[in-house]
């Protein structure tokens, strides 16, 4: 006779048929992962339990000539049938051998005491490799006592027909009767006083294998699952990590406005409520560095374990402050991608930003607003409609695969939105706070999400195009091919595009895009007037101080462009904001000059050794240090950029080793921008200093021609091909290579220069960097005019 309930300490992964994906993992994990990965115990009803109960009373029958017949297209028909299957097996009693089963394992799980346990859904076809059937059926949490475990368990095995899950059935081509239902009986953690989450061993948008996403936020994960709160974020880089190294390399501070916590018992046992989270929570990360770490070591074992990316949920007992695994199951978007073949959308023009929140999928969409306030009126979405809500639940998929695009007010990265959104092949932007406010019915809008970490909403139907790219086989070419990657946020889709590694990283895009604030407000914000002080404090809030701030967001910027390209060498250009682009930083028109040409002015090395700049400079240092001495990002290498003579490049090199960034120091190598002519005609002195040259072109050909490429008056004599130039070119490659050091260029990078590349490569150029854009086409054209 076969058996109703299997405890998880009995189960394996080869059990999926009888106890479903996230059951029998439960088991695998609790049986087979050492045991510092802790996962809380439970037992399981098997499928055919739930069989034999649709059996009991004739319930098989009425559920499928219910079904036989139903459109589930017809969201109005599909809702009111689900709505009669579900009562009708809520109110069939259990089968007396099942209740006693259920009794009998009941009392074994409270035998070393009593306490809260979830009640949550396992189908047997449920999160196999191609197919997630998350969030489908129902979650009941704290329930305590027997009667209303079985109430629950009740409950969940009627959530097998509510109206997405019917709905997915079908669009996936499972017959109904094929899926079967396990309910499973856990025992709680107690993260309604701590945290918890969601975690990914892959990153969800780009498919970046050797990261660890994890979002988390405080009380229990249904409210990050549901999408109701933006929760933090943070990347773990897998390589560094497995250095024994900290290997946090980003983190996104998110708003966390309410948590789901334990309540008096009700009725039914369903005893959870919502709260608002103390703003003083809300402005801190609800995980240290250590929890992140020991997460993502979890993850890391329970993704070798199963050999391929994986979903997990967690969370953190508030009073033993321990973390468990509470499921894992396969990913199943990003992990089914061939990689062989890149998909990449752009806007060929902008218009005015309406709403912006978490991007999800890559992609562009276009139509009209259509501002749902609630699942009754699903309906009125049409076929390439933007469907524009507070948050979405399960229930909402049948008619989000109508919408061009989702956006929504709440939910991260890892919500049921998000998921479904990847899913479906759909883009989505969630958490934008008031998209429901600021977005009007009616109106025509662009969803982008093809720029970056954040997504925007354009007003009006903009023209974009979608490049795709075959990376199967690429030629040889006769030059080491690398890229410039200023936004970090683009750094891990940038790192699939072939390449030999990052040849100019700016420092600017991180210092304007993720801090935004002059260095020096920061270190005087004592004396700064009230209100930037207040907005300097707010900016830096999950930070130490705004000094901290200021360091970490640059760690966290250049990390994550040395982690998505590891073990290639990253080189990265300390600051080169000219006086102008330093006054448009917060607290900037207090401490800048007006140039009268600042392209020529207070920058480069000159301004780091200035007196008063020095202590701006040691920020940057702090945080270079930190990348690669703590995270072990030591692939980062050092350029300084705008070095007028031999004095600065010495003066440079002798401050940078005051810092703790020693020339040679573990592995580290100092790289000079080659970009004013007396740095070509002193190569040799130069290079003494420095372990080679990234030529800027386009500052050394405006500097030999006497043009300034943004004037249109001179612009069109702007021509890197020029004789002159080529000659200082020629001269500083050719030093390079006699001495024995790395010589690339930075800007060259139109594919229709190919005869250009050409001469750099016959002069002897090492690299050429170039556009992220730009990679491929150019290098078929440098292949196609070599073999010409």
Sequence with gaps: MSRYVI??????????????GKNASLGEMI???????????????????????????G???????????????????????????????????????????????????????????????????????DASFAGQQETFLNIHGYENILHA??????????????????????????VAL?????????????????MFTIDTESGFKDVVFITASYGLGETVVQGAVNPDEFYVHKPTLALGKPAVVRRNLGSKLIKMEFADRQVAGKSVRTVDVPEADRNRFS????????????????????????DIEWGKDGEDGKLYILQARPETVKSQDSGLVMEKYRLKQYGKALAHGRAIGQKIGAGTVRVVASATEMNRVQAGDILVTDMTDPNWEPVMKRAAAIVTNRGGRTCHAAIIARELGIPAIVGCGNATEVLEEGESVTVSCAEGDTGYVYRGKLDFEV?????????????????NVGNPELAFEFAQIPNGGVGLARLEFVINNMIGIHPKAILEINQVPASLREEILRRSRGYVTPKQFFIEKLVEGVATIAAAFYPKPVIVRMSDFKSNEYRKLLGGEIYEPEEENPMLGFRGASRYLAQSFRDCFELECAAMRKVRNELGLTNVQIMIPFVRNVEEAEGVVTLLDQ????????????????????????????????????????????LTLGLDRDSGLVAQGFDERDPAVKALLSMAIGAANRLGKYVGICGQGPSDHADFAEWLMDEGIQTISLNPDTVMDTWLKLAAHRKG
């Design 467 to 483: 490049v795709t790219t075959d990376m199967g086989s690429l030629p040889e070419i006769p030059v080491k091919v690398m890229m």
């Design 153 to 178: 368990m009740k409950e969940v095995f009627a959530s097998l027909y509510n109206d997405r899950a019917i709905a997915y059935r079908v669009h996936k081509g499972f017959t109904h009767a094929e």
């Design 7 to 20: 405890p998880f300490t009995e189960l394996r992964m080869t059990d999926v048929d009888q106890v479903g």
């Design 287 to 310: 995980l240290s560095d250590e929890d992140v770490l020991e997460l993502a070591r979890y993850a890391v074992v329970i993704e070798q374990h199963y050999g391929r990316p994986m």
């Design 659 to 702: 810092h703790g960034l020693k020339r040679g120091e573990d592995e580290l190598k100092l790289i000079m921008m080659c970009e004013i002519p007396s740095n070509a005609l002193l190569a040799e002195e130069f290079l003494k200093h420095f372990d080679g040259f990234s030529i800027g072109s386009n500052d050394l050909t405006q």
């Design 31 to 57: 049986s087979q992962l050492p045991a510092s990965v802790r996962v809380p115990g439970g037992f399981a009803t098997t499928a055919q339990a739930y069989r034999d109960f649709l059996a009991h009373q």
């Design 182 to 198: 396990s309910a499973g009986v856990q025992r709680m953690v107690r993260s309604d006083s701590g945290a918890s989450g969601v």
């Design 59 to 129: 319930l098989a029958g009425r559920i499928e000539a219910a079904l036989a017949r139903l459109d589930v297209d017809d969201v109005v028909t599909l809702a009111r049938t689900g709505a009669q299957i579900r009562q009708w097996i809520v109110d069939t009693p259990f089968p007396a051998r099942l209740e006693e089963e259920i009794h009998a394992a009941y009392d074994a799980l409270t035998a070393e005491g009593e306490g809260s346990f979830a009640v949550r859904s396992s189908a047997t076809a449920e999160d196999l490799p």
